[in-house]
């Protein structure tokens, strides 16, 4: 898998200072209009993930105040197959439990769990941004959100109650 | 013959004028008159100006050949006429200048008009205070600052408030508001006795705010303003108590009703001063630059006394959440909070949620700044707020080894161009540290002079700040000069660019990451915080270590060395300098590396310090800007947010304003698109302080560092 970038100590991206990902790689046809990175839709842009990468980002982790890691694209969703998205996950909920995992994807949560390797990678994620990017429905105000269409999910929570819970806690007033 | 005036009016020629300026540069040298070397003088003159055979001729060109003439008869009465006569030309420049900067001030387009974030030079009302400036300062340098260190002004050193050089006003304080009104007070040619009510109270203390500021050029603070005015609100509580008595049987319902009334009257109070404060206008024609200390609630006061310390608390900070008329953020008072571990810094501490109110306080309003209660007692020796934006004050003990905070101040501060000296050096450290020890030298004896001036005030000159009790109470004919010794005021020595003298004297600036760099930077700090605190020791004189706002200077600074030594890439490329010792505004730095970085050489600087945070729109994250501020409790002493919450007053949105593409000055909102400048709301850091950014015109050079600001919103 390739990645277009990592932010550290980020704060735009969700609660408190996190470590962002950003994955290469979109295979949504056709993309969204007024896509924000469309550099970052090749799968081969930017740099491979390595072993290195994986421990720059724990290592950023494990300072007190980062409280957690996003996961952007890209679509990190079409980069499930090699699994190195999913050890990373699993590395860090085993590791650092109190943790979250937020990641952004195109797709509705509807479509995702179809899937069953998305399926598995949703049980590690806390909060899931889901939905396309619709330049009519354009609201930049909306909390970590481009288009009013998009949701934020408690999708580990979710699953577990089998409905959709939509997360309303992640944003603090 | 005729001669052309320097005005180039045309004169006749009068010969006994040439004998005459002779004759006093001979008086200079030898100490008595001799005629017949005079007449040599002209005589010598009057052959020349006939072999030249001109029938009109420039001043200048007389004055060269009696250079010339003096010089062949004696060479040491010839350097006196050539001082003589430089020092007529300073004179006369210094007042042409002069008819030329009223000129522009009047016409709108002198520098002065822009030379601080608080004085709008296009108002009519303004016009009257910009002109007393430039007439001080002029003043100064031809009176009062010797001509030895003009020559430095502006290149090596940098003498603040110019203006007021001259003149017997002190800096900034901290009012000594308490006292003043446990004990009545004269206010201008009216007694003031103890106030009965907070309402009242929060009233007088504006009043009071804009005499002070009149009475002195820098910031004024009122220090802890929470457990400061709790005797008033515990007035105001027994009054409600009393009405209650009169209309209600149920004593619990009596209760109820004097809390809620209180806590009426504490909102409205706070309202009023918020309003009052942006509204104020100081003689100066500036809006006083104003600070309230939120202090602790006292964890040992009564419930009763905490609890209203906490309803203050909250007025103050809900009210400046609320913002002023449409939601703009004020830019006056400054608000700074008091964090301390144990009392509201972390979860589980009895007021934490006052806590995290002042964190909502900062991402909306960018203040509250926050002083770290115990860095602030291992820097300066106890807890005291700032003076102004950054101004901190030594410890000072009474005869009975109480500290004392209030009623303190500070009377001068001169920076240092450290850019400037290591340009100079060219790579030289030793030459550069000798040429630190020459400006350190010059900075102190400026000081001095400050001393010699302000020693002579007498209480009766500013009686609201020596005889009311806002600084002390003395008696009309007695000198302030008590007051100036044993570090009870401080006078400051402070530096500009520490990054920039890094780059140029090593190549390297504070974004080197090696310890080899941080080692210099310490070196260079250590110098100037032990050269201040050997002259404290010897003069008894409160020296302290700056580190300079330097709003417009860090502009000037730089724009005076691209003028003498050209362009020096990484140096003094980006047209303006870096503040004090902060890391480098445009480089993307992690915040929490940033205020490790900055640790040490903000608690060398005792005097005066402000670590910055740039964060972008915090308002969606207050955990962040939490675990910042309190990351920052053992790092610094004084945390500043540097946050952004414009506001579009078209559409309502919230957020970032970004400027145009090729604009330093042209805002847009993100959202509807709108540029008019009426309806944007833009509040940006300016130095210590806030400013409007289209109320208030900032200087180029201050424009170009704002927007270069790189927001820690995350890092590679």
């Given amino acids: 898998m390739n990645y277009a970038s990592i932010f550290f100590d980020d704060t735009v991206n969700g609660i408190g200072f996190r470590t962002s990902l950003f994955v290469s790689g979109c295979a949504k046809n056709p993309p969204c209009r007024g896509c924000w990175s469309p550099l970052a839709r090749k799968f081969d842009y930017g740099k491979t993930f390595t072993k290195d990468t994986k421990d720059s980002i724990i290592e950023s982790l494990r300072k007190p105040y980062v409280k957690g890691l996003s996961i952007l694209g890209g679509e990190p969703m079409d980069n499930l197959g090699d699994g190195t998205l999913l050890d990373l996950v699993k590395t860090i909920r085993e590791m650092f439990p109190e943790k979250t995992i937020f990641c952004w994807s195109g797709y509705t949560f509807e479509e995702l769990i179809k899937d069953p390797v998305r399926l598995e990678f949703l049980h590690y994620v806390d909060m899931l941004r889901d939905g396309e990017y619709i330049e009519i429905l354009r609201d930049i105000t909306q909390y970590l959100s481009g288009s009013t269409n998009q949701r934020m999910i408690a999708a580990r929570e979710s699953l577990k109650q089998n409905k959709i819970i939509i997360e309303s806690s992640f944003y603090i007033p | ?716």
């Fill in chain 2, 1 to 716: 013959m005729q001669v052309i005036k320097r005005d180039s009016r045309k004169k006749e020629f009068i010969p006994e004028r040439i004998s005459t300026a002779a004759g006093k540069a001979f008086i200079e040298v030898y100490g008595r008159e001799d005629k017949e070397f005079n007449n040599k003088v002209l005589n010598g003159v009057l052959e020349t100006l006939k072999q030249r055979g001109e029938t009109i001729i420039p001043i200048e060109e007389i004055q060269d050949i009696i250079v010339d003439e003096i010089k062949l008869l004696d060479v040491a009465v010839a350097l006196a006429y050539i001082n003589y006569r430089e020092e007529r030309t300073f004179e006369r420049d210094k007042k042409g200048e002069l008819d030329k900067e009223i000129d522009n001030i009047i016409n709108a387009v002198s520098e002065q008009t822009n030379s601080n974030g608080n004085l709008d030079g296009s108002k009519i009302q303004t016009i009257r205070a910009l002109i007393s400036n430039v007439v001080g300062s002029n003043y100064s340098q031809r009176h009062k600052i010797p001509k030895k260190y003009l020559k430095k002004h502006r290149k090596s050193i940098y003498i603040h408030d110019e203006t007021y050089f001259g003149l017997p006003f002190f800096n900034c304080c901290l009012v000594d508001w308490i006292n003043m009104f446990e004990n009545g007070f004269d206010l201008g040619t009216t007694l003031i006795g103890t106030p009965n009510s907070i309402e009242t109270a929060v009233n007088v203390l504006s009043q009071v705010a804009s005499h002070i500021s009149s009475n002195t050029y820098g910031g004024t603070t009122f220090p802890s303003l929470i457990t400061g005015l709790t005797p008033y609100a515990v007035k105001s509580l027994n009054k409600h108590r009393a009405v209650g008595k009169l209309w209600i049987e149920d004593k619990t319902k009596v209760e109820a009703y004097a809390w809620d009334r209180l806590g009426k009257e504490i909102e409205d109070s706070m309202q009023s001063l918020e309003y009052e404060v942006q509204t104020l206008m100081t003689s100066r024609a500036e809006t006083p630059f104003l600070t309230l200390g939120i202090n602790n609630v006292d964890l040992n006061a009564s419930d009763e006394n905490q609890k209203i310390q906490k309803m203050i608390t909250e007025a103050i900070l809900n009210q400046r959440i609320k913002g002023l008329t449409g939601g703009v953020t004020p830019v006056f008072p400054k608000l700074v909070y008091q964090n301390t571990k144990g009392n509201n810094l972390n979860p589980g501490d009895k007021y934490y949620d006052l806590f995290k109110l002042a964190v909502v306080c900062s991402a909306h309003r960018q203040y509250p700044d926050y002083i770290n209660t115990d860095k602030a007692i291992e820097v300066t020796g106890d807890y005291k707020e700032c003076m102004g934006c950054r101004s901190f004050l030594g410890s000072y003990q009474d005869e009975e080894g109480n500290y004392k905070t209030a009623g303190r101040f500070n009377f001068g501060v001169i920076s240092i161009n450290l850019a400037r000296l290591a340009i100079e050096a060219k790579g030289n450290e030793d030459v550069f540290f000798i040429s630190l020890y020459e400006a350190l030298d010059d900075c102190k004896e400026l000081l001095m002079i400050r001393y010699d001036i302000l020693k002579n005030v007498k209480a009766k000159q500013a009686p609201i700040l020596y005889m009311s009790g806002a600084i002390s109470k003395l008696k009309a004919e007695d000198t302030i000069e008590p007051l100036l010794n044993n570090g009870y005021a401080s006078a400051s020595i402070g530096y500009v660019g520490l990054h920039n003298c890094l780059t140029a004297l090593y190549g390297k600036g504070l974004n080197d990451s090696t310890g080899l760099t941080s080692k210099r930077a310490t070196k260079i700090m250590k110098c100037l915080r032990d050269y201040c605190d050997d002259q404290k020791e010897k003069t008894k004189i409160g020296f302290s270590l700056y580190g300079s706002p330097a709003e417009t200077l860090a502009t000037k600074f730089c724009a005076e060395d691209v003028l003498d030594f050209g362009v020096i890439p990484g140096v003094n490329d980006n047209g303006y300098y870096e503040n004090s010792f902060h890391y480098p505004s445009n480089e993307l730095i992690s915040p929490f590396d940033k205020l490790d970085l900055e640790s040490e050489s903000s608690s060398l600087s005792s005097g005066g310090a402000i670590s910055f945070v740039e964060l972008g729109d915090m308002t969606k994250n207050l955990v962040a800007l939490e675990d910042i501020i309190r990351y920052s409790y053992d790092k610094t002493h004084f945390l500043g947010i540097s946050s952004i919450s414009d506001k579009c007053l078209k559409c309502g949105y919230t957020g970032e304003m970004f400027t145009k593409q090729n604009s330093d000055t042209e805002f847009e909102c993100p959202v509807c698109k709108n540029d008019d400048k009426m309806l944007l709301s833009i509040i940006r850091k300016l130095c210590g302080y806030l400013g409007s950014i289209f109320e208030r015109p900032v200087v180029n050079g201050k424009m170009k560092e704002i927007k270069n600001r790189k927001n820690n919103k995350g890092c590679n």
